[in-house]
């Protein structure tokens, strides 16, 4: 560490140090060394930089029109303000699942249009402000600009520290020695000055740099968790809506497994037990025919239809059973 004495004092100690590149370790080195470089990384942390300047849009548009047409409720045209609103904040939602969906890998389904009964306006209008899902979406563009700038702000400061720190030795010759800045300065006031300019200075700033470096990944991700979160808890379908979607789906299953059942008995019915009781009949008429002129011939019959009779039992039972 160089502390130069005095304002005119000025130190010329140059470092050749510098890091090389680093060979592609894509597939050799743990999770935690790779996480820096991943393509993850990358679209989790350019999520949370595009999401301030959005962030501000929504919430600028939404406060604007949100509280211009609760004032104007004493008139007729709050409402139609307000369900523009909420037109407007899907139309965000929409935007912002689409974002999730392209940067997060989060796929989150579309809450269910608002249509009005009759399909007049005054009855959309009405459709739109007893729309939960419209409300949730106004209450995400107010509530994501906090967390947008907290994210923002915490990442790219991770972020600038870490790469700047880390690949200190290699742009540290941009500080002119000349004028008695030397490195990054530490302290400075009238007596005495303090740079890293030293090798051991610049490798022990590297380290910290690396630390921040493999750090930042983890905290992206522990903040795009939370957006995730909000995308899914107030962009997305509610709870009971995906309930009743999936009640419904599942009646469709059963309805459909239950009339192929029934396809199945009937055809069953149909090749087996009914054909088999109709040769049956056939066979008893035969019989009672044969029953004056050839008595052996009828009572071999019969015994023949009463065998083929235990047989139908026996197959309408499996087809019971079954």
């Known amino acids: 560490m160089a502390t130069a004495y005095g304002p005119d004092t000025r130190d010329h100690q140059r470092s050749g140090a510098g890091f090389g590149d680093h060979p592609p370790v894509k597939h050799f080195f743990p999770a935690a060394l790779r996480a820096p470089v991943e393509g993850r990384t990358w679209r989790e942390f350019g999520y949370l930089l595009l999401g301030l300047p959005i962030a501000l849009v929504l919430f600028s548009l939404s406060i604007t029109l949100t509280t211009l047409g609760i004032g104007m409720l004493i008139t007729f045209l709050g409402v139609p303000i307000l369900a523009g609103t909420l037109a407007m904040c899907r139309g965000f939602g929409a935007m912002e699942r689409a974002r999730a969906r392209g940067l997060l890998r989060l796929d989150v389904a579309a809450p269910a249009p608002v249509r009005g009964k009759t399909g007049s306006p005054m009855s959309w209008m009405g459709a739109a402000l007893k729309s939960g899902a419209s409300w949730r979406h106004l209450l995400y563009t107010l509530l994501y600009l906090p967390w947008a700038t907290f994210s923002f702000v915490v990442s790219l400061t991770f972020w600038m520290c870490g790469w ?149 039992l026996q197959e309408l039972r499996d087809l019971a059973r079954g």
């Open 164 to 312: 700047t720190l880390f690949t200190y030795p290699l742009w540290r010759w941009i500080f002119p020695a000349d004028v008695g800045s030397n490195g990054i300065q530490l302290y400075a006031d009238r007596g005495h000055q303090v740079h890293l300019d030293s090798s051991v200075e610049m490798a022990l700033t590297s380290a910290v740099g690396l630390v921040f470096v493999l750090v930042t990944p983890w905290v992206i991700r522990g903040l795009v968790s939370v957006d995730r979160v909000m995308v899914a808890g107030l962009l997305g379908p509610s709870r009971l809506a995906t309930r009743v979607s999936e009640l419904e789906s599942d009646r469709g299953v059963v309805v459909d497994t239950a009339a192929a059942d029934l396809r199945r008995i009937e055809r069953d019915l149909h090749d087996g037990a009914q054909a088999r009781l109709v040769a049956l009949a056939m066979d008893l008429g035969l019989a009672k025919e044969k029953l004056t002129d050839d008595p052996e011939a009828a009572a071999r019959m019969v015994d023949e239809a009463h065998g083929e009779v235990k047989v139908a």
